[in-house]
């Protein structure tokens, strides 16, 4: 959609939804010419891969997420091998903590494909519930 908007002469922020279906087909349900509540997850992929980051990977992210306490889940998440990893580029980012409030966390997956992110986030998901006690 991005390409498209630019191949229309569009240049500068754009917010762009979409969903995909089990088909794996996408359908955009949405595109705003500003900068929009998800601006923050491109300048998290765009930090860590660099400025071409959706030419080389995909990004999830899940907010209102239930989660044990950020150090608890930062040191599960380094022991499993699903933080962050600079050297094979893919893994996941905190992106907010809200764990003493309200006991919800925001995450960032980004990984090399769409099959590998969803593997990690599964992970994370498993682990959250090992250590949600």
């Known amino acids: 959609m991005a390409r498209f908007m630019q191949s229309l002469g569009y240049r500068g922020p754009a917010s762009i939804d979409a969903v995909i279906d089990q088909a794996g087909n996408v359908w955009f349900n949405e595109v705003n010419a500003r900068?929009?509540?998800?601006?923050?997850?491109?300048?998290?992929?765009?930090?860590?891969?660099?400025?071409?980051?959706?030419?080389?990977?995909?990004?999830?992210?899940?907010?209102?997420?239930?989660?044990?306490?950020?150090?608890?889940?930062?040191?599960?998440?380094?022991?499993?091998?699903?933080?962050?990893?600079?050297?094979?580029?893919?893994?996941i980012v905190i992106a907010s903590d809200d764990t003493a409030a309200t006991g919800n966390i925001e995450y960032v997956v980004l990984a090399h494909n769409h099959e590998e992110a969803s593997d990690l986030e599964d992970q994370l998901t498993g682990l959250m519930a090992q250590h949600d006690s």
């Open 35 to 91: 900068l929009g509540g998800s601006t923050h997850l491109h300048h998290i992929a765009k930090t860590l891969v660099g400025p071409d980051w959706t030419d080389s990977h995909v990004l999830i992210s899940r907010f209102n997420v239930r989660a044990p306490a950020l150090a608890r889940l930062l040191r599960a998440m380094r022991e499993h091998g699903l933080a962050w990893d600079s050297r094979h580029g893919h893994g």
